[in-house]
């Protein structure tokens, strides 16, 4: 198994371009979330979903869109980048969300928004 | 609203003394607490969890503690090793997730 991959490693954006973040998971896990991860807060959830064709907003949701049409894939959009969201994003799945359960992250990718 | 205090922020130690990170958590719905470590470059990983029926776990050097009452779980590190070193975070579950530390950078000297 891969686990959770996560694409690009890295990128950089100007001002107003949008971009899609890649996240896949092999495991067949029915919960899927994004953390954003800035220097002296934390991770911080943006996103999830308990299962295909199910999201919702999590804390810091504002910029961001996301989709779930399979059970495998989690695609974060930013629609209009801007540079506070410059950060490392993760992708994390576990098999539900009856919050008593591993989550298993991903390997992240940096954003740098010019 | 909830939300997960994490202390200290950086902990310096000597190779083979204990390390110990501290968190206090608001929601008192919550009743899993895991630890991640989060090492240069990576991706956070599970080291150990606890749910709230119990008080401690252990798992060889790493151990946690929970204390319902006062809200408050910690991380003992006990023969700290040059590999320890990494950012450590504590969370707590809640409905949509779970709820993060701001992280705790342990350095270990040999």
């Known amino acids: 198994n891969a686990g959770v991959t996560q694409t690009p490693k890295f990128q950089v954006l100007k001002t107003g371009q949008s971009m899609t973040l890649q996240c896949a998971q092999d495991?067949?896990?029915?919960?899927m979330s994004w953390y954003r991860q800035d220097p002296g807060m934390g991770l911080r959830l943006i996103h999830y979903?308990?299962?295909?064709?199910?999201?919702d907003q999590g804390e810091v949701p504002n910029g961001y869109n996301v989709s779930r049409s399979t059970t495998e894939d989690f695609p974060l959009r930013l629609l209009s980048a801007a540079p506070s969201q410059t950060s490392v994003y993760f992708c994390?799945?576990?098999?539900?969300?009856?919050?008593?359960?591993?989550?298993?992250f991903g390997p992240g990718t940096r954003l740098l928004v010019l | 609203g909830e939300n997960v205090e994490q202390h200290p922020s950086t902990l310096s130690v000597q190779e083979g003394d204990s390390a110990v990170i501290k968190c206090t958590y608001s929601?008192?719905?919550?009743?899993?607490f895991p630890w991640y470590k989060q090492e240069l470059g990576k991706g956070p990983q599970l080291i150990i969890d606890?749910?709230?029926?119990?008080g401690e776990k252990k798992d060889q050097r790493i151990a946690v503690t929970l204390n319902k009452t006062a809200k408050h779980f910690s991380l003992h590190i006990t023969e700290t090793q040059p590999e320890d070193s990494a950012v450590y975070f504590c969370?707590?579950?809640?409905?949509?997730?779970?709820?993060f530390g701001t992280g705790t950078r342990l350095q270990v000297f040999p």
């Open positions: 994390a799945s576990s098999y539900s969300n009856q919050g008593r359960e591993t989550q298993y």
């Open positions: 495991m067949n896990h029915e919960y």
């Open positions: 979903s308990v299962g295909a064709g199910i999201t």
């Open positions: 929601d008192s719905a919550s009743n899993y």
């Open positions: 606890i749910r709230s029926n119990v």
């Open positions: 969370a707590a579950n809640r409905p949509i997730g779970l709820i």
